[in-house]
């Protein structure tokens, strides 16, 4: 059976910006719709999902921050765009949910890098929930790969992003060993890293403060080790 195409919602008030973008992705063998703001993208998504959003920040009406924070936790991977390009600018866009992250103007070709990159992961995501049953326990809680879904010890289910859920599973499954964030880019990015210097820091924020509302050890679960990296401190067994 062929591969489906990968489908992606271009969100943009501006009907320029907007074709662009959709004509350029379409050249390249997506299928690509296109929405003027968030009401046409909740309107599109209805009819049928999508595996990207390229998503403007400033837009009349609902934001790009107000829609990804909706998104968050979907399968649906977001690449924010916006003519705000200072790093506090890039800490709110990641700190809501955004998978990525680009500043405009940019060059066309790397839009197409990020897209193709966060299309692989989802793919890896995808790949690995259909694989046979596999998961982990660390201290009480079960991270269970082959479903995607991370349970505290107190049995609740904690929701997780996309981006969140990759950055635990590489955590887990390499227990004890120091991580640079070099490395956890590759890991949980692939070839086309986002550049930007504290995208990890940023995600592993974001990670703990979910694992320490659920559970008082979460906090503890990722050791920060100056100048080297990462490390995830539980003893993990396989289910």
């Not at 837009?59 to 399968?75: F, I, K």
């Not at 609740?156 to 950055?167: H, K, Q, R």
């Amino acid at each position: 059976m062929a591969a489906q195409t990968p489908r992606i919602v271009v969100v943009d008030d501006d009907a320029s910006i907007r074709d662009a973008l959709s004509d350029y992705l379409s050249r390249h063998g997506f299928d690509v719709r296109a929405a003027d703001g968030a009401t046409a993208l909740d309107r599109l998504l209805a009819q049928a999902p999508a595996d990207l959003v390229v998503l403007d920040w400033m837009m009349p009406g609902e934001d790009g921050l107000s829609v990804c924070r909706r998104l968050a936790g979907s399968d649906m991977a977001v690449l924010m765009l916006s003519a705000l390009d200072t790093p506090p600018d890039r800490v709110i866009g990641l700190e809501v949910g955004a998978d990525d992250y680009l500043a405009k103007p940019f060059d066309p070709r790397e839009l197409l890098a990020r897209v193709r990159a966060l299309l692989r992961r989802g793919h890896q995501l995808r790949q690995q929930a259909c694989a046979p049953a596999v998961g982990y326990i660390f201290q009480g809680w079960t991270l269970r790969i082959d479903l995607r879904t991370l349970a505290a010890p107190d049995g609740s289910d904690i929701s997780l992003t996309a981006g969140e859920f990759g950055l635990l599973a590489a955590f887990v499954e390499r227990a004890g060993r120091v991580l640079a964030r070099e490395r956890l880019m590759a890991l949980t990015h692939g070839d086309a890293a986002e550049p930007f210097d504290r995208a990890i820091d940023l995600a592993i924020s974001r990670l703990r403060r979910k694992l320490a509302q659920a559970h008082a050890d979460g906090r503890t679960l990722i050791q920060t080790l100056r100048g080297e990296g990462y490390r995830f401190t539980a003893h993990v067994h396989r289910l």
